[in-house]
């Protein structure tokens, strides 16, 4: 058990729908990263939070979007889903140095499998 | 953008078996990190690794740095069914906030 928590675990919907994804970091970490994993493909990075503030942006669309509450935890949100967002979401937590810098080691969820037909 | 090429892509052996994957890339990372993804997990860190030309062991796990800074491996010695699973490389160009890129794995069946 990593100690980052996600939910929900499986979630199928239809095209066009919009769904939220929640995450819950380890106690203490900071930081929450998200990635999504699609069928062979490996793990993209969509955004990084830090303290309730977005730190870094990597391939996320602009139909999603993520924000970071006070009490840490994070959620996804994903609109007028495609099917090609079908796949494997996963949410990170590291223990962090200074303003969000991080050494790499990130402890992964369990993830969100998101089925879109 | 910044790649790793992970290689092989899958690899099917046998129970007691040497397993070797490597990752490269063309720039120049700080942190090399190995991950492994068991089936309906999320991945979970092996190794670590923040000096060029580190060597470091986490039991049957061997990885180092690469002197060049560009590249990575891990061995797996003496497999064992339990290792079956996907192997992520993965690279940070500073200790800051930069993203981790991640290869596209390795995945690994080992057949008892």
């Known amino acids: 058990d990593s100690g980052v928590t996600q939910t929900p675990k499986h979630l199928i919907t239809a095209t066009g729908q919009r769904v939220t994804l929640r995450c819950s970091p380890r106690s203490g970490d900071l930081s929450v990263y998200w990635y999504q994993q699609s069928l062979d493909q490996g793990l993209q990075f969509l955004i990084q939070?830090?303290?309730?503030?977005?730190?870094a942006k990597g391939n996320i669309l602009e139909r999603f979007s993520a924000q970071q509450f006070p009490d840490l935890h994070s959620e996804l949100n994903l609109s007028s889903l495609e099917l090609g967002d079908s796949a494997l979401y996963f949410c990170?937590?590291?223990?962090?140095?200074?303003?969000?810098?991080?050494?790499?080691?990130?402890?992964f969820g369990e993830g969100s499998r998101l089925t879109v037909l | 953008g910044q790649q790793l090429n992970q290689s092989p892509q899958s690899m099917f052996i046998q129970e007691g078996e040497d397993v070797s994957m490597n990752c490269t890339s063309s720039?120049?990372?700080?942190?090399w990190l190995w991950y492994k993804q068991d089936p309906g997990e999320g991945p979970v860190l092996l190794i670590a690794l923040y000096k060029a030309g580190e060597l470091t062991s986490n039991g049957r796990l061997t990885a180092q740095f690469g002197i060049t800074r560009k590249d990575s491996f891990l061995n797996i010695s003496a497999s064992i069914p339990s290792d079956v699973g996907i192997y992520f490389c993965?690279?940070?160009?500073?200790?800051?906030?930069?993203?981790?890129?991640f290869g596209k794995g390795t995945k690994l069946t080992v057949n008892p």
């Open positions: 720039s120049i990372f700080n942190t």
């Open positions: 990170a937590s590291s223990v962090d140095r200074d303003r969000g810098s991080n050494t790499g080691e990130l402890f």
């Open positions: 993965a690279g940070q160009r500073s200790g800051g906030s930069e993203k981790l890129v």
């Open positions: 939070y830090y303290n309730g503030e977005e730190r």
